[in-house]
């Protein structure tokens, strides 16, 4: 087809016929709102990374999670900071740990919305690392029953499903087995399948005061030169359990999203994440980019690459766009 027998304009020239040929579209429906939980009462704390987030009480989170729910946003993952920190994290799986009191806030107050929740060390432990530290060194497997004990822990909360980050190999086979083993079977596991050892995370472990106090993550979380193994990493994760797979990074990572969604045939989550944002909001600051019109088209381009589901800081922001 070439012009003048093909002229694509003819179906740009009205904005109906621009809609009735999009391919792709972005609803309310796919957009999950991270939320950043803090112990006390009354505190709305402004985070310097991530301009317009906060450190929630859990009573000023409802507020928030009611204005998510009102917008339509079905989901909210909840992220938890607590008063104090130990090697082996047992803030993550306190029966009153910060998470877990949200959680039933939450479903309290507004129990039509869904609860997710991250399952990691990472904020609870002293070291910083998302696993038991021995020797200077990651151990994976005395890892696993600690984080199985913080899933099970938010799922007796009321959390409607949980969602490990952390990366150790077998970890979602261990977390199925002690959800169904203490009745739990209908819990849900998103998986943090394949995250990437990523600089796009600095603003929320600076919002979280999770940096590693010692080496990094690339132990456990993936190269960013790796394709292959990012399905490889999905497969495992299926097979242990998983009922949804996520990509994080998103927009560095949207050949890895697209690669994925023609590898398996399983729902697909992206984390549009902290640094994603905050460039957004930094070039807004500055008076460079209609931050709104980005936002939009950088939600699309996470949905065109095969996302199911998004996770990002923007979904109130869009969410609003997508109601008017």
Request: with cysteine.
């Amino acid at each position: 087809m070439l012009f003048p027998d093909y002229r694509p304009r003819r179906l740009r020239e009205k904005p109906n016929f621009r809609k009735m040929i999009q391919e792709n579209r972005l609803f309310v429906d796919d957009l999950i709102l991270p939320l950043f939980a803090v112990e006390g009462k009354g505190i709305k704390k402004p985070i310097d990374t991530m301009p317009g987030h906060f450190h929630f009480s859990c009573d000023m989170m409802v507020k928030i999670v009611k204005e998510a729910h009102s917008l339509g946003i079905p989901a909210v993952m909840i992220f938890g900071l607590p008063d104090k920190k130990d090697p082996l994290g047992t803030q993550a799986y306190a029966p009153d740990g910060i998470v877990q009191k949200c959680v039933e806030t939450i479903k309290e107050s507004v129990p039509d919305i869904a609860v997710l929740t991250d399952v990691c060390l990472c904020q609870y432990t002293d070291h910083g690392h998302c696993g038991v530290v021995e020797k200077g060194c990651i151990d994976n497997d005395a890892s696993l029953d600690l984080l199985a004990r913080t899933a099970l822990s938010h799922a007796r909360a009321g959390a409607d499903m949980v969602a490990p980050s952390d990366m150790m190999d077998g970890r979602v086979g261990e977390i199925r087995q002690a959800l169904d083993e203490n009745d739990f079977s209908n819990i849900p596991i998103m998986s943090y399948a394949v995250k990437y050892a990523s600089a796009f995370y600095g603003p929320f472990r600076s919002a979280v005061a999770s940096s590693p106090q010692f080496g990094d993550r690339k132990t456990y979380q993936m190269d960013p030169a790796n394709a292959l193994e990012a399905i490889r990493e999905a497969n495992m994760d299926i097979e242990e359990g998983a009922d949804i797979i996520m990509v994080k990074p998103a927009l560095s990572y949207l050949d890895i999203i697209h690669t994925l969604r023609n590898e398996i045939d399983m729902p697909m989550a992206a984390y549009n994440v902290s640094g994603e944002y905050a460039m957004i909001k930094a070039g807004e600051l500055m008076g460079w980019i209609d931050a709104t019109k980005v936002v939009m088209e950088t939600l699309l381009s996470i949905k065109r690459a095969g996302a199911d589901m998004i996770l990002t800081y923007s979904a109130i922001e869009a969410a609003k766009e997508l109601n008017k």
